[in-house]
């Protein structure tokens, strides 16, 4: 597709249970993010992958949380034993490294969490 | 310290009017970038516009334009004609660093909400 590709939309998770939310980058985008938005508030970085390697996991909030990309181009965040602080909308963006004057980041319609 | 800071947590405009939203940021790397974002009830974030701290000239895309003023450290947006569509949060953000250092993290602010009446 043309753009940044999340699912599912909607989650609703019964607390401790174990999530997997996806992101499908766009084509031939180097970068891929995941960043948490609590509501109303701003969006906040989780973690950073060029290709594969993920170069950047400052901000996951704790071991519960992991992502991966094992091929370079789909990632998946993995939140294990849910809890309730995790309800937020996952957002994850894509960008080509082209060290232009913008380095333009483009984002998913998230998907959004609800730990019950 | 907030890095990046929208002091309107709303604000009302009438179509076809002009609206100004504010942003101030807080950095002392003399290369960074600051980007500004559409959030409509989707919740996509839809990218409108950046400018560089080297620019000389303010960024403009459409009918959006970039208010940059360095020594102020604002960084404000500017939409004219409003459309009702405009309507949603809008958030200003903040990458520190040299692109060509492919540092890649967004500092957002909290945002503001904009409501575009008939």
């Known amino acids: 597709g043309a753009g940044v590709s999340q699912s599912p939309r909607y989650k609703v998770a019964k607390r401790g249970q174990d999530v997997a939310l996806r992101c499908d980058p766009i084509?031939?985008?180097?970068?891929l993010f995941w960043y948490q938005q609590a509501l109303g508030q701003g969006p906040e970085f989780l973690t950073y992958f060029q290709n594969e390697a993920q170069l950047d996991k400052s901000g996951l909030p704790s071991d519960r949380f992991f992502a991966e990309r094992p091929e370079g181009s789909v990632s998946t965040l993995k939140i294990q034993r849910t809890q309730q602080e995790d309800s937020a909308v996952y957002l994850c963006?894509?960008?080509?490294?082209?060290?232009?004057?913008?380095?333009?980041?483009?984002f998913g319609e998230g998907s959004w969490l609800t730990v019950v | 310290a907030q890095k990046i800071t929208q002091t309107q947590p709303g604000m009302f405009v009438q179509e076809k009017e002009a609206v100004t939203l504010d942003c101030t940021y807080d950095t002392s790397d003399p290369s960074y970038g600051l980007f500004w974002y559409k959030q409509p009830s989707s919740g996509e974030m839809i990218f409108l516009i950046y400018q560089g701290s080297y620019d000389q000239q303010n960024a403009t895309e459409g009918r959006y334009s970039l208010n940059f003023q360095k020594a102020r450290k604002s960084a404000n947006l500017v939409i004219s004609a409003s459309q009702l569509g405009d309507s949603a949060m809008y958030f200003c953000?903040?990458?520190?660093?040299?692109?060509?250092?492919?540092?890649?993290?967004?500092?957002f602010g909290k945002g503001t909400l904009l409501t575009v009446n008939p």
């Open positions: 963006a894509s960008s080509f490294l082209t060290g232009g004057p913008g380095n333009t980041i483009y």
């Open positions: 084509s031939g985008h180097v970068s």
């Open positions: 953000a903040m990458r520190e660093g040299r692109v060509e250092r492919s540092n890649y993290k967004l500092t």
